[in-house]
């Protein structure tokens, strides 16, 4: 029987969102999804989840930033010894560059031009300074004020941009046509598969 119900775990609220639309496009449903207090917390409760995962179905979701030269490298480092429940992958660099690699919905979202979004979202340094790059360029104004920090205020991000991407991740964005141009998120979209269809076989 194919797997149905998936418990997660992620760094933070935009990722909760991608991770919950990417289950939900495998026909399965997300039961909870834990951590959402940052990178640091998430791996040292790693073990704890991979321990779950030998009696019930997970999915970890975690960015590599700069952390490791490539993903494979990174989850050896984190999580050497993989529970059979436990689908752990790694976002190339940003959870935001699977998000951009839909560049038809993202044009529309922020207002710009789809040639403007990059073709390649997995290589770039800093996907979610891209997406306020082009939310500075946006037609829209309310998309400008929510994504573009303010003058002054200290912050990476507008007041509004976790909102926004949340919105966009659960309404707009497709995952499977995203996965065209992100090899990572195909990777992962294939790994939440393997787990529905295997899980308990």
């Known amino acids: 029987m194919p797997v149905e119900y998936v ?8 990722d909760e ?21 940052g990178k640091p917390h998430l791996i040292e409760q790693l073990p704890r989840y991979n321990n779950a995962a030998r009696y019930s179905p997970w999915c970890v979701l975690i960015d590599l930033d700069w952390d ?29 560059s699977w998000l951009l690699a839909d560049r ?12 403007d979004i990059p073709r390649d979202p997995d290589a770039l340094d800093d996907p979610k300074r891209q997406v306020i790059d082009l939310a500075r360029r946006s037609r829209y104004r309310a998309i400008a004020q929510d994504l ?5 205020s200290g912050r990476a991000e507008g007041p509004a941009y976790t909102s926004r991407m949340i919105e966009f991740a659960t309404r707009m964005w497709q995952p499977r ?6 090899p990572s998120l195909a990777r992962c979209i294939a790994a939440i598969e393997r787990l529905r269809d295997s899980w308990g076989s």
């Open 7 to 14: 418990t997660g775990a992620v760094e933070g609220l935009v």
């Open 17 to 37: 969102a991608v991770l919950r639309r990417l289950i939900r496009e495998a026909g399965m449903h997300c039961v909870a999804v834990y951590g959402k207090e």
């Open 68 to 96: 490791a030269s490539c993903a494979s490298e990174f989850l050896g480092r984190i999580l050497p010894d993989r529970a059979p429940g436990m689908v752990a992958r790694v976002a190339v660099r940003e959870v935001e």
């Open 104 to 115: 038809v919905n993202m044009a529309k979202f922020l207002g710009v031009r789809q040639v």
């Open 148 to 152: 573009v920090p303010r003058p002054g």
């Open 177 to 182: 046509e995203a996965a065209e141009l992100s």
